[in-house]
């Protein structure tokens, strides 16, 4: 694996590896990688030739008063699971590298990042689109892979693919769940054993709503008493939100479909999670 961490040996290596004629997969991260991560490691090789992954904790997607200082960190851990993995190129590179002073042309979203996560983290989708944005044009990537759990942040980037003209695939992985049925996040690692039994409470709500879809229930309010009705029982879940809306515009339904995307957001502790199912999939 080679580790590269300026943009001009970035592009030169791109350079040299598309003259060669090599398909290049692009999996961006914020590093405190989990199977998760690696499993669009797996999926990306499966679709490439070469994989670039991407490590940078992005300071214009947290807000003021967000997690940036604390998100976990642990390049060295990482640097061993990519390598193992069958990583390619390992791209970190700093905060300066990728915001020189003066930058401030930031790619702005439209009203699909109004909604859900972008009510309660305003200006994060334009970040997230901004660094994505920008590691698209230094890897020239024939497809990129991100995670299912990030359901708005995958429609966003579809959408600005679509829109900018990017010429590659977007390709979404469904969602890695620990054993209970916690979907696995960086910020797993800020829950206490008690907060961690809580927090099993959004999968077990999104279980339920997608067994009940199954068994006829479709619509929408019904579907969300459910989710509710079991949350009951896992006092230590703040909910900040249930939707049950369509894929694509991530507007609220109130029928549900075999497309219909729920998401939840609930704080559990100091710790904010978010995850959510395609009613016909489950988990």
């Known amino acids: 694996m080679i580790e590269l961490t300026t943009i001009a040996d970035l592009r030169a290596?791109?350079?040299a590896t598309r003259a060669a004629g090599t398909r290049i997969g692009l999996v961006p991260t914020m590093g405190a990688l989990?199977?998760?991560h690696l499993s669009l490691v797996d999926a990306a090789r499966a679709g490439s030739d070469a994989v670039?992954?991407?490590i940078f904790v992005n300071p214009t997607q947290f807000g003021a008063h967000e997690d940036l200082s604390r998100y976990p960190r642990d390049l060295a851990r990482d640097r061993t699971l990519?390598?193992?993995?069958g990583v390619d190129v390992l791209f970190v590179p700093s905060v300066g590298m990728m915001y020189p002073d003066g930058a401030e042309v930031r790619v702005v979203p439209g009203r699909v990042a109004t909604r859900w996560e972008g009510e309660f983290r305003p200006g994060?989708?334009?970040g997230v689109l901004t660094i994505v944005a920008k590691l698209f044009h230094l890897t020239e990537p024939d497809g990129a892979w991100f995670g299912q759990k990030?359901?708005?942040q995958a429609t966003l980037i579809r959408q600005m693919v679509r829109d900018l003209d990017f010429p590659l695939k977007v390709e979404v992985v469904p969602t890695v769940r620990e054993q209970g049925g916690l979907a696995l996040s960086s910020r797993n690692a800020?829950?206490?054993p008690a907060d961690r039994e809580q927090a099993l409470g959004l999968s077990r709500a999104?279980?339920?709503a997608s067994d009940a879809y199954a068994s006829g229930t479709r619509n929408a309010p019904a579907l969300e008493r459910i989710m509710r009705g079991g949350l009951a029982v896992h006092p230590g879940v703040a909910v900040e939100y249930i939707a049950v809306a369509d894929p694509q515009t991530l507007e609220p339904v109130n029928e549900a479909d075999d497309a219909t995307v729920v998401l939840i957001a609930a704080r559990v502790g100091s710790t904010r999670l978010i995850d959510n199912v395609i009613l016909s999939k489950g988990l």
């Open 34 to 36: 989990h199977e998760g």
């Open 13 to 15: 290596w791109v350079r």
């Open 52 to 54: 670039v992954m991407s």
């Open 150 to 152: 990030d359901f708005q």
């Open 82 to 85: 990519t390598a193992a993995r």
């Open 124 to 126: 994060h989708f334009a």
């Open 206 to 208: 999104l279980a339920a």
């Open 190 to 192: 800020f829950l206490s």
